[in-house]
């Protein structure tokens, strides 16, 4: 097989690869990232590269998903047995010492002074999925005994809540 054959085949299967995990529509850029990581050398002609790379990415694009996916299992079936193992559901770790514990109760304690922010969501994901996970208690206990240290304002009650909603993190108690 020739380089150039040999290079626009590499293309075709990261563009079909690509293809397939976006629901048939390829994306230019992750499929030049791929490209350069297994070819390095052709950095230095990046700028060429980006336009056979559309090339093949246009031509994977006009074909259906159902044929995009014929082709990478005929041709590489190794790649779509390593995706599917990829795509495999990821879980929370285990709780050290659960066992040890009749139930399993998980809080969380915002001090109703302010919006959530991201880092508070990704606590109150946690606290609720490990609950779950374990059959356990998620409760949502508001911080407003020392209004001295942080004024809890009234309207912020209500928003922390719609934000659990939001989540999908229903608390078993409040």
């Not at 040999?6 to 990261?14: A, H, V």
């Not at 508070?120 to 779950?132: D, F, G, K, M, T």
């Not at 911080?143 to 009234?154: A, C, I, M, Q, S």
Request: hydrophobic residues 35%.
């Amino acid at each position: 097989m020739r380089e150039d054959e040999e290079l626009r085949e590499i293309i075709r299967k990261f563009a079909l690869l690509n293809a397939i995990r976006h629901d048939g529509k390829a994306q230019t850029g992750p499929v030049v990232g791929k490209v350069l990581a297994e070819r390095p050398e052709l950095r230095t002609k990046a700028k060429e590269l980006t336009a056979l790379i559309k090339e093949v990415v246009d031509e994977v694009n006009s074909l259906s998903l159902s044929e995009q996916i014929r082709i990478v299992e005929e041709k590489w079936p190794e790649t779509l047995t390593k995706e599917k193992v990829e795509e495999e559901e990821k879980k929370l770790p285990p709780l050290p010492n659960a066992d040890k514990y009749r139930e399993i109760v998980t809080r969380f304690s915002p001090n109703p002074d302010c919006v959530l922010h991201l880092g508070s969501a990704r606590a109150i994901v946690l606290c609720y999925e490990y609950a779950r996970m374990y059959n356990g208690k998620f409760i949502l206990r508001f911080e407003d005994t020392d209004p001295k240290l942080k004024r809890p304002v009234l309207e912020f009650y209500d928003r922390i809540r719609e934000d659990l909603e939001w989540l999908e993190c229903k608390p078993d108690e409040e």
